[in-house]
């Protein structure tokens, strides 16, 4: 059975808060090898023939049950390509926990893409939790390129929550989706960069069925010498409703590129986008240090908040 | 105690020196209530900005209880026990009313229900607001009343608040100054700074400061003050008599 050593499970803790193997379905990736995988009578964890990935297969009507599948990655100059599918029956309604953690302390970059793609039936709900993390003192990058693909059908509906507040070096993240009748699709970023990483994120949501909405926001925070690109384009075919938001702080000598995009090719699509960047309000700072908090402290507060 | 001794304060605008705040010498004594009023752009907003430490003098020196505070930072003087509420108050995009008013006390581990105290003290249902966010949902009305929350909760020795009533028409001007003598009562030996333009607010007042172009125009007990204030404010602003300000609160 699993067979962690302890940076593992740091690693497995900061990405998916495990401490110990989780209730219901799971596999948990270890530097390219399954350290642990379960099933249940709802939910098939099925691996790939080739090692590099899974397919998933949620039977129609599951509820209330939830899928971990954390990756971590210890050794240094690893990459991987790894594909994970995963099939939701009609109305089942479930929690997918993912999740990356490198821990690079060699000077070779350790590279992890994983690629999901999620196939909802009608009816699904999922609750999808992305989390991404970093650390190691090595000269080698951690570089994190995620691909996921979302496919609705109608009236099913999907949660994404994705994180990456540390130690990524590089990530290009591109999430494409598409939405049928009545399906929604809501999205919740939050990303800081530090040092001199590099992030970007790609989406593209065509909402093509009457109905259909999404609503895409983005919080980061981009410090020192950072650089973000946040790239988002809402697509309607239909009467649909979709809703784009960026709210980005810049620090230090940071650098930040947003580009909202809309497209309405159906003259019932209602379609909105809001894009702000800028600095740490001053009085915010002043603020918080008239209630005994240093200039420090106020700005880690703030953007704790922020990130929430 | 709270001592002023000859200070001044200047900007530079267009070349010139702008003198804001002239020579001004005074003392805040413990256990007193102290209302600041005067013409618009007398320089009331500045000097409160001064005693927190938001700016600092071109001379002059500043003392907490003897102690010389003119160099310190904001957050030293806070530390000291000066509290200041923003005339207004800043908006926070993810920080909860509960985060603030824990900063406020410093104290991580402060209950809901400790926190509520000090929302229900400025008359909001402390169950609807203590997890809203500081951001745009609140109106500024709210945002105002969190504000004196803040300053209530953090029981400084010194509290300076900048036009309190400003914005707070709807929440009756009774609970506000109940919320000042409770703060009298509750922290011991502690004083209050207003910044007012409201006669209900001089009313509470045990002294009267008058700033005018700058200057210390008077200072004295409210009995002294307050008669011949309200003889020639009468003359130009017959809003303070019947206690009640315009629009947003703003001024009279």
């Not at chain 1, 994983?114 to 009816?123: D, N, P, Q, S, W």
């Amino acid at each position: 059975m699993l067979k962690l050593d302890e940076i593992q499970k740091r690693l497995l803790s900061e990405v998916a808060g495990l401490h110990e193997v989780p209730e219901g379905a799971y596999n948990i990736r270890s530097d390219s090898e399954s350290a642990g995988r379960a099933s249940t009578a709802n939910i098939d964890i099925i691996p790939r023939e080739d090692g590099k990935g899974l397919t998933v297969k949620v039977k129609s009507g599951t509820k209330n049950e939830s899928v971990h599948i954390p990756v971590v990655m210890t050794k240094s100059g690893l990459k991987e390509v790894v594909y994970n599918d995963f099939y939701i029956g009609e109305d089942a309604d479930i929690i997918i926990v993912a999740g990356c953690g490198i821990d690079n302390c060699g000077p070779k970059d350790s590279e992890h893409d994983g690629i999901h793609r999620f196939y909802l039936e009608k009816g699904a709900k999922v609750k999808y939790v992305e989390k991404h993390y970093g650390s190691g003192s090595g000269t080698g990058k951690r570089i994190l390129n995620p691909g996921t693909e979302v496919y609705l059908k109608e009236n099913s509906s999907m949660e994404m929550e994705m994180v990456q507040i540390k130690g990524v070096d590089d990530t290009n993240r591109t999430t494409t989706a598409e939405l049928d009748k009545g399906a929604k699709l809501v999205v919740r970023e939050r990303l800081m960069t530090h040092g001199d990483q590099k992030a970007t994120s790609n989406y593209v949501v065509s909402l093509n069925g009457e109905g259909a909405s999404a609503d895409l926001v983005s919080r980061s925070v981009a410090k020192n010498t950072s650089y973000q690109k946040f790239d988002a384009k809402l697509v309607g075919n239909a009467a649909c409703s979709g809703h784009t938001e960026c709210d980005s702080i810049i620090m230090d000598e940071g650098k930040i590129l947003a580009v909202p995009a809309l497209e309405a090719n159906d003259v019932d699509a209602a379609l909105v986008h809001e894009a702000a960047i800028g600095k740490i309000a001053g009085d915010q700072i002043i603020k918080l240090m008239t209630l005994g908090l240093t200039e420090q402290e106020a700005e880690e507060q703030i953007i704790n908040g922020f990130l929430k | 105690m709270l001592e002023l001794k000859n200070v001044s304060f200047q900007v530079e605008e267009d070349g010139s020196n702008i003198e804001i705040i002239r020579d001004i010498s005074l003392v805040i004594p413990d256990n007193k209530l102290v209302v600041i009023t005067g013409p618009n752009g007398g320089g009331k907003s500045t000097l409160a900005r001064l005693i927190a430490g938001i700016e600092k003098p071109t001379s002059g020196q500043i003392l907490l209880d003897g102690e010389d505070i003119t160099e310190m930072s904001i957050t030293d003087r806070a530390r000291k026990g000066i509290g200041f509420a923003f005339q207004q108050p800043v908006r926070f995009k993810g920080i909860q009313v509960l985060d603030l008013i824990r900063l406020a006390t410093g104290k991580n581990n402060l209950s809901t229900a400790q926190a509520c105290d000090y929302l229900s003290a400025v008359g909001l249902c402390a169950r609807e607001y203590i997890d809203r966010e500081l951001n745009s949902s609140l109106s500024g009305g709210e945002l105002k009343r969190i504000e004196i929350a803040t300053v209530l909760a953090k029981a400084s020795r010194l509290s300076v608040f900048d036009e309190p009533e400003a914005g707070i028409d709807l929440w009756s001007f009774g609970n506000l100054i109940q919320v000042f003598e409770g703060m009298q009562k509750t922290i011991n030996g502690s004083s209050i700074l207003i910044i007012s333009h409201q006669e209900r607010i001089l009313n509470i007042a045990d002294d009267v400061i008058i700033l005018k172009d700058g200057r210390l125009a008077a200072h004295g007990k409210r009995q002294e003050i307050l008669p011949e204030l309200l003889d020639s404010a009468s003359a130009t602003m017959p809003c303070r008599q019947n206690g009640v300000s315009k629009g947003d609160g703003q001024e009279c």
